[in-house]
């Protein structure tokens, strides 16, 4: 049985991912904390009839809701408001996401960090530096999440091939025919996302939609920050897509089978020996490909999708390689040069 902890629990995000957590039966005690707000959250949660014990920690008590935990989720920090990028919450968030690196690596330097509050380009790489720094990384441990990102090419892909969706929590819906088609490498911002399609025939069945499905996975994020009007970014469909992969997590730590789900993590911790993850690493030290997890933490990358990859595909990665680097080179400076 597993302590998780969700820093971040009373926002947008926080909320609907704990309750899809206190519904999760591998999780024994689930600890909400938050800057406010957390103890309500957490009575409300307690309500529910599983069997996750359901605690919430105020400002000055990270310790107490760290202690023990095995799994951290981090969707703590600023969201976008209209107009704005995700580098322009680097500023904020980037401090939040340090300062929370630093109780982690105190009360439970060998949890899997899972980290969503953006620009997730930058903050893994902050987390990474952060845990260095204490003495306490393990690239295995650290994993951003880009999950909506796959969830939203499932999606779109499905909408554009007028397909059935049958995605979603894995163990309800079993494995879907999207899952197998589509996977989403790279980073988690505009240009940096590259939706790869795994079917041979689906890029001749998209045909002169390709370029739009392309489009609509690296810019989902903006359509609901526009339709939100102010209020915010991604948060139910996040929460989902955190869950997914948090559950993946749990499984493994359980011994069970998982999915091949992308994270976002460090490369050179993560070999494989492939001639093309080398000549990555030659370009950047973070990138998102889909991981073998064992034990909850992520054990190797899986870069033959980059063998695969189409002449299009080939063209998106060395784009978002140039972006990237500049933002893992921020987040990595922030803790490195002391920013
Ligand atoms: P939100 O404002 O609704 O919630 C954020 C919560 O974090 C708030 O409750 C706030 O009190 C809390 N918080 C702030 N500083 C904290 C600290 N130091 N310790 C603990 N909690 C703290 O925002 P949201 O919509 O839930 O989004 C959270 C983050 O997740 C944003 O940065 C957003 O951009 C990011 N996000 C990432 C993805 C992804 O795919 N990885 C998707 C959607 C949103
Ligand atoms: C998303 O992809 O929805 C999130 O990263 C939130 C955002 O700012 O777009």
Redesign the pocket.
């Known amino acids: 049985m597993v302590k998780v902890a969700v ?8 909320q609907p991912l704990s309750l899809l957590l206190k519904l999760n039966p591998y999780v024994s005690e689930l600890a909400l ?5 957390a103890k309500g959250v957490a009575q409300d949660l307690s309500h529910i009839s599983t069997n996750a014990e359901c605690r919430g920690y105020d400002k000055e008590e ?1 310790g107490q809701a760290l202690k023990g935990a095995q799994v951290v989720l981090i ?6 408001k209209p107009g704005m990028t ?1 580098d322009d ?1 680097f500023k904020i ?1 980037a401090g ?1 996401v340090r ?2 690196c630093s109780s982690i690596a105190q009360y439970c330097p060998s949890a899997r960090v899972l ?4 620009p ?1 380009n930058s903050t893994v790489p902050i987390a990474a530096e952060t845990l260095k720094a204490a003495g306490c990384f393990s690239a295995g441990n650290v994993m ?6 796959v969830v939203r090419a499932e999606t779109f892909l499905a909408d554009y091939l007028n397909a059935s969706k049958r995605g979603g929590l894995t163990r309800q819906f079993d494995k879907t025919r999207m899952q197998k088609d589509v996977t989403v490498i790279g980073g ?1 911002s505009g240009t940096t996302i590259v939706p790869v399609l795994l079917g041979s025939s689906l890029n001749a069945a998209l045909g002169a939609e390709y370029g739009k499905f392309v489009h609509r996975v690296q810019f989902g ?1 903006d359509e609901v920050v526009k339709a939100k009007e102010g209020a ?4 139910l469909s ?1 929460a989902l ?2 869950y997914r992969f948090a559950e993946q997590v749990l499984r493994s730590i359980h011994r069970e089978s998982t999915d091949p789900l992308p994270a976002f993590v460090y490369l050179p911790g993560l070999e494989n020996g492939s001639a093309a993850q080398k000549k990555l690493k030659d370009t950047v030290d973070y990138f998102a490909l889909p991981i073998t997890l064992v034990d909850g933490r992520a054990a190797k990358v899986d870069s033959t999708v980059l063998d695969r990859l189409s002449a299009q595909e080939h063209q998106l990665v060395e784009r978002a390689v140039l972006e990237l680097s500049t933002s893992i080179q921020k987040g990595t400076g922030f803790v490195v040069g002391g920013s």
């Open positions: 820093v971040g629990a009373s926002g947008g995000i926080g904390y938050d800057v406010r707000l990270i969707p703590a920090g600023v969201p976008r995700r919450l968030n939040i300062g929370i980290v969503i509050s953006n997730v951003g999440v880009t999950t909506l990102d988690h994020g915010g970014s991604a948060t996040m897509a955190g």
